[in-house]
């Protein structure tokens, strides 16, 4: 299995618009971070989990010829924003499956009503085929069980993934007993880390390590940083020796 990083940023991106932060201004390809994704694939499957506003740059740059369904953790714009980008997919392979929890599907109804429209649909508009996600209830993707993992993000409910024995976890501050039962045995688990100082509805880098304890996975990355947490070379000289500051287009096998 094949996990590419996408984006590894918060919802502004690296660099921010108009910022002089000495991180934005860096000049190191590590310091540049797209809205947060990755691209999975094994075998002939191949998927992505969320959509932000630069799916389209992302696929350009990572040369991903096919998805076979786009996973949603939660419907926050740097998520999501990018949902009309898949048209030339839809072109090439027909009708994208959307993986998604009830809410969050009825949010992008709602956000890009043009998608999906049953009547006098405009020739072209992108086309999707939904697949409701439920706690508990594990996806067949192709010929994996893919488990969802329900996390919150403040307020508001996310789903991450566990894959074999790989687990995306993202946009987290809080998961309960029964969820973290689910993250057992990983080789590789990716899970938020935003930034030193705490935020109210993401796992600072102390939260985002200590929840790495907790789970003793093999080797975790850290994703969804901002500007804020500091250069990457310097963060990643103080991790410990089994933690990892994803990067964009950094891409890992398990
Ligand atoms: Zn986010």
New binding site residues.
């Given amino acids: 299995m094949k996990v590419y990083f996408l984006g590894t940023g918060?919802?502004q991106g690296i660099p921010v618009i108009g910022s002089t932060h000495p991180v934005c201004q860096s000049t190191d390809l590590k310091d540049k971070r797209l809205?947060?994704s990755i691209w999975i694939s094994w075998d002939d499957y191949s998927y992505v989990i969320d959509c932000?506003p630069d799916f389209r740059q992302q696929m350009l740059i990572s040369n991903c010829q096919k998805v076979d369904g786009i996973l949603f953790?939660?419907e926050?714009a740097?998520?999501t924003a990018g949902l009309d980008d898949i048209r030339p997919f839809n072109f090439k392979m027909g009708a994208m499956p959307i993986y998604a929890h009830e809410r969050v599907i009825d949010n992008l109804k709602y956000r890009f009503n043009y998608i999906f429209e049953t009547e006098n649909r405009y020739p072209g508009a992108p086309s999707v085929v939904v697949n409701e996600v439920l706690d508990n209830t594990p996806l067949q993707l192709g010929n994996m069980k893919v488990q969802p993992i329900s996390v919150m993000?403040g307020d508001l409910q996310v789903y991450g993934y566990r894959f074999g024995k790989f687990a995306y976890l993202?946009?987290v501050k809080t998961i309960v007993q029964e969820e973290i039962e689910k993250l057992k045995d990983l080789d590789v688990l990716v899970v938020?880390a935003l930034r030193e100082e705490p935020h109210h509805s993401?796992f600072n880098l102390d939260e985002a390590l200590q929840f790495i304890e907790l789970v003793k996975p093999k080797k975790a990355y850290l994703t969804?940083v901002s500007h804020m947490l500091g250069f990457h070379e310097e963060i990643q000289k103080r991790l410990p020796k089994n933690v990892f500051l994803a990067y964009d287009n950094l891409e890992i096998t398990i």
Avoid: C, P, Q
């Fill in positions: 918060t919802s809205r947060v932000g953790t939660h926050h740097d998520h993000h993202t946009d938020n993401h969804h």
